[in-house]
């Protein structure tokens, strides 16, 4: 047993009560530094009000103050929006795939069904490879999925792949619709990914889908919920349904984790982009400017 003092063990609450402290010293010298420089709390307020963590921005910026760029707001706003780029994070579409599972997971009505039509349109009409793609319906709960995916499926020439089929045939792609919402399904999910890895070569990719209309806790909560199937990358929807993304901004700045398409509306296929950071930027800073 350790009896010197100096020796006690930390436990992990004294380690979260130390960084708290750290924080809030940060905080609190940040704030000090920020009072006597007011071209920088200018700023801090600015992207304040467009919705950005105004602690991140205030850490950003306050090791600026003495420095020359603290006397001209047009460089303390690009170093805002620099910073911001080099922290999203965008993924370049795969123009030639061969054997890839995309299963496309996330909560109930996020616009997983409706992506899986845009994505399949992309990869086996617009690219300059047509690749040969295949549905591939997970959602066994909902009544009438199977037949959203059956309608996109006639209307693209796509083949509907059975779940007992799925080795039979060799795809480019094959898009997996899984059902929404958390809980039991993830457990099947889990299952489903093993099955694939264990049974075939393909390559698995995950995309996680996420509402632009969505509060940043809930954000966190759906990506906590499904963190254990090993995410690959996330899919934006319903950027058209809202002016403020500075909630999703906040998110993705936080996670680091690639972006690959955005979807802005409910028309398929057209309503899909690419991401792109300027995509991303150009959206927080519209309602804004
Ligand atoms: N405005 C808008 N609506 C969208 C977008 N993406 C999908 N929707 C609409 O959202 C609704 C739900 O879309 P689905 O694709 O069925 O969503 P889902 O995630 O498959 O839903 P569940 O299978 O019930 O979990 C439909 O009315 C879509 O047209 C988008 O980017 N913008
Ligand atoms: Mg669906």
């Not at 349109?121 to 909902?142: E, I, M, P, T």
């Not at 929807?237 to 999703?248: A, G, I, P």
């Amino acid at each position: 047993m350790l009896e010197n003092e100096d020796e006690k063990l930390l436990t992990v609450n004294d380690v979260r009560a130390l960084r708290k402290e750290i924080t809030l010293m940060h905080g609190a010298l940040a704030k000090d530094v920020l009072e006597h420089t007011p071209l920088i709390k200018k700023v801090v307020d600015r992207f304040s009000d467009y919705g950005l963590d105004r602690i991140w921005t205030e850490k950003l910026l306050a090791p600026l103050a003495g420095t020359t760029l603290e006397e001209d707001e047009e460089i303390l706003i690009a170093y805002v929006l620099e910073e911001l780029d080099s922290l999203l994070k965008v993924e370049e579409e795969a123009k030639n795939l061969t054997k890839t599972v995309r299963v496309i997971v996330g909560a109930t009505g996020i616009g997983k069904t409706s992506l899986i039509g845009k994505i399949a349109a992309r990869y086996r009409y617009f690219l300059s490879k047509s690749h040969k793609v295949g549905f591939v319906n997970f959602d066994q709960h909902k009544v009438g999925s199977e037949e959203q995916l059956e309608n996109y499926a006639e209307a693209m020439a796509i083949t509907l792949v059975p779940i007992e089929a799925f080795f039979e045939e060799e795809y480019d792609l094959l898009l997996v619709d899984t059902a929404g919402g958390l809980g039991n399904n993830l457990k099947n999910l889990h299952d489903l990914i093993d099955l694939i890895d264990r049974n075939s070569d393909y390559a698995i990719e995950i995309s996680l889908v996420l509402s632009a209309t969505s509060k940043i806790k809930d954000l966190a909560y759906v990506n906590n919920a499904f963190a254990g199937l090993n995410i690959t990358n996330f899919i934006l929807t319903k950027l058209d349904e809202t002016s403020d993304v500075s909630e999703l901004v906040n998110f993705l700045i936080q996670e680091k984790k690639s972006v690959s398409y955005i979807s802005t509306g409910q028309q398929i296929p057209e309503d899909l982009v690419v991401a792109t950071k300027e995509y991303i930027l150009n959206e927080f800073m519209k309602k804004n400017v």
